[in-house]
């Protein structure tokens, strides 16, 4: 069965402090494992696509990497607006998503 | 600025009723998904649409749910009767699949069956 698992569930940093985010995956052929930003009462803003392992993907404070197992969100000296839900997905050889239960993420001043 | 859009964004109704929720995903999309968040599941996917045709609809409760595409620029989601635990946010997202696959999402509609 395809599944995502994120972790930690939620992480408090102060700005500043670089730290990582989690990905575990299993799916029945990877065809894609993305990243999401979510705001409070908002939907998922798309971030990052990462195909094959090896492959990395920088946007500002966040790098996203990608192994055949999990996949990590790195930020770089956060910012308090960089608090937000951060989910992983990933798209199998049926073209279904899914998700992960997220990391909530705040960045104290 | 292209988006996908929800309506309603809040509803509130009584437990038996009918409730439907509808989407306009973005021009030229040709996948439609429908999610629904909760604080114990998160994201669960209920039904998706390839070029308006349904492919997958296992996430969803036959008895009570439907989900159709009558045209390019509508999607629905209709719940009836509703239960209370039916009350969390759908999300509706649209994307082109299988390149570059990314999907984008509304805002939701939050729903609360009292």
């Known amino acids: 069965e395809d599944q995502v698992t994120q972790s930690p569930e939620a992480l408090r940093l102060q700005e500043g402090e670089s730290s990582s985010l989690n990905c575990s995956y299993t799916?029945?052929?990877?065809?894609?494992l993305f990243w999401y930003r979510q705001d409070p009462g908002k939907g998922p803003e798309f971030l990052f696509t990462?195909?094959?392992a090896g492959e990395e993907k920088e946007k500002e404070r966040l790098k996203a990497t990608l192994t055949k197992k999990e996949s990590f969100l790195h930020i770089t000296a956060p910012k308090p607006e960089d608090s937000a839900t951060y989910l992983c997905a990933v798209r199998n050889t049926g073209n279904q998503f899914y998700f992960g239960t997220g990391t909530s993420l705040t960045v104290i001043p | 600025d292209a988006r996908v859009t929800q309506t309603p964004r809040d509803k509130v109704t009584e437990m038996g009723q009918e409730v439907t929720m509808r989407c306009q995903p973005i021009?030229?999309?040709?996948?439609v998904f429908w999610y629904r968040q909760t604080m114990m599941q998160g994201l669960e996917l209920l039904a998706y649409?390839?070029?308006?045709?349904?492919?997958?609809d296992s996430g969803m409760p036959k008895d009570r749910f439907s989900a159709e595409m009558p045209d390019a620029t509508l999607a629905t989601l209709k719940i009836q009767p509703s239960e209370p635990r039916d009350s969390a946010v759908y999300f509706c997202?649209?994307?082109?699949?299988?390149?570059?696959?990314?999907?984008?999402f509304g805002e939701g509609s939050r729903l609360t069956v009292l």
């Open positions: 021009l030229g999309h040709n996948t």
């Open positions: 649409f390839r070029n308006r045709a349904p492919l997958d």
């Open positions: 990462l195909y094959s």
């Open positions: 997202a649209s994307g082109l699949v299988p390149f570059p696959g990314e999907l984008f």
């Open positions: 799916v029945s052929g990877l065809r894609g």
